[in-house]
């Protein structure tokens, strides 16, 4: 006969901060959303088709001897620019991401703190919400992921945004109104391949308008009034000088139960 295990207690320690809540889409705001988005992207993938022929991939066919005689064909007239939307929309996760850490560096308060004073007229005129974002600021950042909260590549985008809308040349950081902040929209992962059909690319992992997009008021503000914001409290928490002290769970190994949560 096996001797009896014991069990042994396992501590864990997490963070005393709240968590970020992404928001919930229903399935009717789903495909709205989605339509919207598509028939706003669409000129842009035409003019990829029709304008831009595909990669060939890296491999090049070379000649041995070429022929100096032959001379090279003539290039045909530049195809036109594309639409004015493809200046207002951002593509994948990395370029998202660098536009919004270019925000940051703007707005926080840690890069304002090397600038001159602002005078007290102007402190006191921006201690109020901002009702009108700037052209750059995103209004909506789609992401093809029904559950980005689990997912390391999407985890820092909701720090980022809150950061970013952060009221510049005040000594206490103020937000922007609730009304312009910048919706975070996580679709499901079959919109992927109907996005990235719209834009005529391999695929799209993520897709941001910004506030200055043409032809985008119908979307942003159709989502603005469905969308909830991404709640991350754990910023404002952090930047407060108050202790919160530190999470600690113990579990019983070998099937113990569970005990209570513990704040030293």
């Not at 951002?90 to 919004?100: A, M, P, Q, W, Y």
Request: aromatic share 2%; glycine share 4%.
């Amino acid at each position: 006969m096996a001797p009896k295990q014991t069990s042994k207690p396992v501590f864990k320690t997490s963070t005393p901060f709240t968590e970020t809540k992404w928001p919930q889409i229903a399935q009717e705001h789903h495909e709205i959303i989605l339509d919207l988005v598509c028939n706003l992207i669409a000129p842009l993938g035409d003019h990829r088709r029709t304008h831009i022929p595909p990669s060939k991939g890296r491999k090049r066919k070379r000649i041995s001897n070429p022929d100096p005689k032959q001379t090279t064909p003539p290039q045909s007239d530049a195809p036109p620019p594309p639409p004015e939307l493809s200046k207002h929309i951002l593509t994948g996760v990395n370029t998202i991401t660098r536009h919004l850490e270019r925000l940051v560096s703007r707005n926080a308060p840690t890069a304002l703190a090397a600038s001159n004073a602002p005078s007290a007229a102007l402190c006191s005129a921006d201690k109020a919400p901002r009702t009108k974002p700037d052209d750059d600021e995103l209004a909506i950042i789609i992401l093809t992921h029904p559950k980005p909260a689990s997912s390391p590549a999407h985890a820092h985008i909701p720090t980022l945004v809150h950061i970013s809308t952060i009221s510049p040349h005040v000594a206490t950081p103020v937000p922007m109104a609730i009304n312009t902040k910048t919706r975070l929209v996580p679709l499901s992962t079959s919109s992927d391949s109907r996005l990235a059909s719209k834009l005529g690319i391999p695929r799209v992992g993520a897709l941001a308008v910004m506030n200055s997009a043409p032809g985008a008021k119908a979307l942003v503000e159709y989502v603005r009034e469905h969308v909830d914001l991404t709640e991350c409290a754990w910023v404002d928490e952090a930047m407060t000088p108050v202790w919160k002290g530190l999470n600690v769970t113990m579990e019983m190994g070998k099937g113990g139960e569970k005990k209570v949560n513990s704040v030293m």
